[in-house]
């Protein structure tokens, strides 16, 4: 028989090790093995950290035995008062190159104590343990490196090479079992056909595919390792790049329904609008029109910071659609911020939002909003204005493009805010009109541009740099939380700001009242919650002033009614978790304390601090912490202390985020087929695969010359669509 990357584990490996690698870890066929890639190599007198193993982890660490030795225990006296079995301990000590130990114990294992002998090196993997103030490992396996001694045959299992492949693995499946079976099926696959074409394995001197499979798992040096990944990492960079052009190619011939420029509806609101345009907005405005007037769906992304003014520019693009007869839907990620959207655009617009009302101007629209708290005859009346084309902007949360909304004309979908609305709910969205709606995607988080090339790989991306004139600054400062002095301080800044009439936000990083959202991960106390906060805050410092509460856990009634309450100054302080990050808009809001702000990214408290200075008052953010100076906690505080440069701080942030974090971004359907590639130090491979990508679609859009290629970019859109059917 011959074997190939499709052929079953069972056929390869045997029936044992194939049920384990498929419970353990989800592996079924050779290349779903061979595709299991080592998360790192292991080296015989590696920096291994004792000193810094935590107990209660499984840990796999690189050691040298130093001592073992084996004694009997004193028999254990049984009820009977008899005497238990005899027992016998081994106890090896083992060393890291820096000279810390770590005990290892064996019961009744004695032979243990002439396996291990002083001088071996090797892996040994466990829980750590802690038994009389010393770190421990209770027998643990392991596996020794060969050994130094050529005529050493005391040899539980031998590496034939330096380095050793370390794999994810389960307690049921240590990483050299799987390793094993990783060799054996290595020395039994036929060379797999390289899926690389040929010209971009020459110009980028990558190895061939079989070569790397190898190398990858049974690395002969830390060149050839290098060398396999970075061939490796090409192939999943270029089928991801071939996908997204692809993707981008297909969607750009397909027919849009064509919305000339201007319109009876856009021209009075631009009119009557009360300020100037920035160049940025003139100039994304100008791109969008374009777009929006041609015969293909426009698919773009737009960038800015907070507070640019990324909302009117989608709201103009609406009415350049609504003009023409098309209807908008705007989705919001959250029902507060639906809401929100639907009161400031029906307060922009005017008298134009009073569409089939008695004395509005002939070409006025509606807007409606979409809620899932709507009474069961408010909704029918709204689906019925959406229905019959009356209602020319729908807003509400991206439930409203599942739910059976019927549109009459759908023209243009805005998204906003929403970092995970990817190529998955696209998708969806294309599916759901004949002629595919203009789609743009706003964000105010700034993304680097590999992210972008990425996940947003299948848009055009604008960006608008500038805020409006006259916004006011915003002044950060970070309070250590346990000074009396400056906590009574900022608290009686924010009194100051509701006296003089303003008002201010609480946020605190928990909803509290529930011990399950306790993150108990660590050590530390839990963080701070709104629900007990906005307690102490109304019998303490801020004893008198109206208090609100708004978190995830609200209903949607309540939390749309503590918006409108905040809006129209009848609360001074909204106690509030996250739920206000994104697009929360109060101009008369000039003060926010964040509690226990080194629990938020770099970038979210950037977002935070956005809801202040939006009116004509100078802002306030005041970033309270027990993080001590020099801390790195401590030190992204005053780095967003330090700037108002919401893209520096996205870069910083990601600096400091783990691969994982970066990837959450990425939809699930593509994260499977992105293993070795970092979206955040590959830069170079990913935009030099994007080139080649985009010429090789450009010659051959369906890639016939290229199948193994073809096969894979195929995969990855299968996966996708398996994706979301789960839902
Ligand atoms: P974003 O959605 O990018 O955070 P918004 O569109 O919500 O920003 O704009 C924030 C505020 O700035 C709104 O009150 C909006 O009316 C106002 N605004 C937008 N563009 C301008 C402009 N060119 N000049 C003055 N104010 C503007
Ligand atoms: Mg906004």
């Given at each position: 028989m011959t074997v190939d990357l499709g052929t079953r584990l069972r056929d390869v490996v045997g029936k044992a090790a194939a049920a384990a690698l498929d419970k353990g870890l989800g592996l079924e066929t050779v290349g779903d093995l061979l595709g299991h890639y080592p998360f790192r190599y292991a080296q015989r007198g590696e920096q291994t950290d004792l000193g810094s193993l935590q107990i209660g982890d499984e840990v796999t660490v690189v050691a040298q035995v130093r001592a073992s030795t084996t004694r009997e225990l004193p028999r254990k006296r049984l009820k009977g008062g008899k005497l238990g079995p005899k027992r016998r301990l081994t106890e090896v000590v083992v060393a890291d190159e820096s000279g810390r130990t770590l005990t290892l114990t064996y019961f009744n294992q004695p032979w243990q104590d002439k396996t291990l002998s002083p001088g071996r090196w090797g892996l040994f993997a466990g829980k750590v343990g802690q038994f009389r103030g010393r770190l421990q490992l209770t027998s643990p396996q392991y596996q020794l490196f060969?050994?130094?001694?050529?005529?050493?045959?005391?040899?539980v299992e031998e590496f034939a090479g330096a380095l050793v492949p370390v794999y994810p693995a389960t307690a049921e499946l240590p990483t050299w079992k799987v390793g094993k079976c990783v060799q054996n099926a290595l020395k039994v696959v036929a060379d797999p056909p390289d899926p690389l074409p040929a010209a971009i394995r020459s110009r980028q001197k990558l190895m061939a595919y079989a070569a790397a499979l190898h190398q990858i798992h049974r690395p002969e040096s830390f060149e050839s390792l290098g060398a396999a990944k970075k061939r490796l990492k090409w192939q999943e960079a270029l089928v991801m790049q071939a996908a997204l052009v692809r993707r981008k190619v297909e969607a750009a011939v397909e027919p849009a329904t064509p919305r000339p420029r201007g319109g009876a509806v856009l021209e009075a609101f631009d009119a009557a609008l009360p300020f100037e345009l920035t160049a940025g907005q003139r100039l994304v405005g100008e791109e969008i029109a374009a777009e929006l007037a041609g015969e293909h769906p426009m698919h773009r992304l737009l960038q800015g910071d907070v507070g640019s003014g990324k909302t009117l520019v989608a709201l103009r693009a609406m009415l350049q659609v609504v003009a023409h007869g098309g209807q908008a839907a705007l989705l919001a990620p959250t029902e507060v911020l639906a809401g929100q959207h639907h009161r400031s655009i029906v307060e922009m617009l005017g008298d134009l939002a009073?569409?089939?009302?008695?004395?509005?101007?002939?070409e006025a629209t509606r807007v409606v909003l979409l809620t899932g708290s709507a009474t069961a005859a408010q909704r029918r009346a709204t689906l019925e204005a959406v229905g019959s084309g009356e209602a020319g902007i729908v807003i509400g949360t991206h439930a409203l493009l599942y739910e059976g909304v019927d549109f009459a004309d759908l023209g243009l979908v805005v998204v906003d805010e929403q970092h995970r609305f990817g190529v998955e709910q696209r998708d969806v969205l294309r599916a759901k009109a004949e002629r595919p709606p203009h789609t743009l995607v706003m964000t105010?988080?700034?993304?680097p541009r590999t992210v972008a090339m990425t996940v947003y790989g299948d848009l055009e991306t604008s960006r608008l740099t500038e805020l409006p004139a006259g916004r006011s600054p915003i002044a950060t400062h970070v309070v250590p939380y346990t000074d009396q002095r400056w906590m009574s301080r900022a608290w009686a800044r924010v009194r100051e700001e509701v006296a003089s009439g303003r008002q201010a936000y609480v946020v605190c990083p928990r909803v509290g009242?529930?011990?399950?959202?306790?993150?108990?991960?660590?050590?530390?106390?839990?963080p701070l919650a709104v629900t007990e906060m906005i307690e102490a805050l109304r019998g303490?410092?801020?004893?008198g002033l109206r208090l609100g509460l708004l978190h995830g856990r609200l209903d949607a009634d309540e939390k749309d009614r503590v918006m409108r309450a905040y809006a129209a100054g009848d609360i001074d302080v909204l106690v509030a978790t996250t739920v206000i990050e994104v697009g929360v808009n109060v101009p008369n809001a000039t003060a926010m304390v964040i509690l226990d702000a080194e629990r938020f990214g770099m970038s979210q408290l950037h977002q935070l601090r956005g809801?202040?200075?939006?009116?004509h008052h100078p802002g306030l953010c005041l970033l309270v912490s027990e993080a001590a100076e020099g801390t790195r906690s401590r030190d992204r505080l005053d780095a967003v202390a330090s700037t108002t440069d919401g893209f520096a701080l996205a870069e910083l942030d990601l600096e400091q985020r783990r691969e994982g974090d970066v990837l959450g971004a990425v939809q699930s359907g593509t994260k499977s087929h992105v293993k070795l590639l970092s979206l955040l130090r590959d830069v170079d491979i990913i935009e030099a695969a994007r080139r080649d990508a985009v010429d090789l679609v450009a010659a051959d859009p369906r890639m016939r010359s290229e199948p193994g290629l073809a096969a894979l970019v195929e995969d990855l859109a299968a996966d996708r669509g398996e994706y979301l059917e789960k839902g």
């Open positions: 060969e050994s130094e001694d050529p005529e050493s045959t005391d040899v009073r569409g089939g009302e008695l004395g509005s101007p002939p105010a988080t700034p993304i009242g529930d011990e399950a959202d306790d993150k108990g991960d660590d050590d530390r106390r839990p303490g410092r801020l004893y809801r202040v200075g939006r009116g």
